[in-house]
């Protein structure tokens, strides 16, 4: 079981990013993508479920959006609309599996 993180970067806030995690001997039916920031807990960003269902952090609501491309076995997040505190390592995670990815790192400027 292997999963790639990537896409993580340096935006102005305001900005946007696409990150990417691709798993490898596992699907990615039921994922989700964390964050952990500077001297804070790590938390759960967004989360889609096997049927579609996603479920999102207040925090990004309206501004972040998961997705997968199933045949490619590929999990997307969108991050619009990019604040300084949305600043952390993003990390994937499958839910079944409990298995996590290595993070990318993003970093929001003010």
């Known amino acids: 079981v292997q999963l790639q993180a990537s896409g993580g970067g340096l935006v102005q806030a305001g900005g946007s990013l696409t990150l990417s995690c691709t798993g490898s001997?596992?699907?990615?039916?039921?994922m989700a993508w964390y964050r952990q920031a500077p001297a804070k807990q790590r938390e759960m960003v967004a989360t889609?479920?096997?049927?579609?269902?996603?479920k999102y952090a207040d925090s990004v609501k309206g501004r972040f959006t998961i997705s997968r491309d199933d045949p490619n076995n590929i999990l997307y997040l969108y991050l619009n609309s990019l604040k300084p505190e949305d600043t952390g390592v993003y990390l994937c995670?499958?839910?079944?599996?409990?298995?996590w990815g290595q993070g990318t790192l993003v970093t929001v400027s003010s």
């Open positions: 995670r499958n839910l079944l599996a409990d298995s």
């Open positions: 001997g596992v699907s990615i039916a039921d």
């Open positions: 889609i479920f096997s049927g579609g269902s996603t």
